[in-house]
C-alpha cells in the first residue's frame, strides 16, 4: 500500500524558515518522483518543487526559487522541502505526492498519490 505522509508545517513569522517532511512507503524501489504542491484558500493547488530518484533532478515554481530546497533521504524514504524566507503568501495547505515515473515533472494530473497535506501559516 502506498502511503505518503507529511509532518512539519506550523505558523511562523514572515521571514522565517520551516522544513516539511514526507515520508513515503510502498514504492520504495523503482523509479519515481517525489512533488510538493500547496493550495491556498479559494485557490487552485499549484506546484512548488519536487524531486526525481532515479537522477536527483529538481525542479521548482518560480515563485519559490532562491528560498525553497528540496532534498531526500532514500535511507529514510523521506523527502524534506526547506523553506526559507517565507512570506505570508506562501500560507497554504502543503501536500506531498508520488509519480511513479522517471524525470522530475510538476505537472500536478500526472501524480497518483497523495499525502493529507500539512497546514503552513506565515503571518505579517
Known amino acids: 500500500e502506498v502511503q505518503l505522509v507529511e509532518s512539519g508545517g506550523g505558523l511562523v513569522q514572515a521571514g522565517g524558515s520551516l522544513r516539511l517532511s514526507c515520508a513515503f512507503s510502498g514504492f520504495t524501489f523503482g523509479d519515481y518522483v517525489i512533488g510538493w504542491f500547496r493550495q491556498a484558500p479559494g485557490k487552485e493547488r499549484e506546484g512548488v518543487s519536487c524531486?526525481?530518484?532515479?537522477?536527483?533532478?529538481?525542479d521548482y515554481a518560480d515563485s519559490v526559487k532562491g528560498r525553497f530546497t528540496i532534498s531526500s533521504d532514500n535511507a529514510k524514504n523521506t523527502v524534506y522541502l526547506q523553506m526559507n524566507s517565507l512570506k505570508p503568501e506562501d500560507t497554504a495547505v502543503y501536500y506531498c505526492a508520488a509519480d511513479l515515473t522517471i524525470g522530475a515533472h510538476l505537472n500536478i494530473y500526472e501524480y497518483d498519490y497523495w499525502g493529507q497535506g500539512t497546514q503552513v501559516n506565515v503571518s505579517s
Open positions: 524531486i526525481s530518484n532515479s537522477d536527483g533532478r529538481t
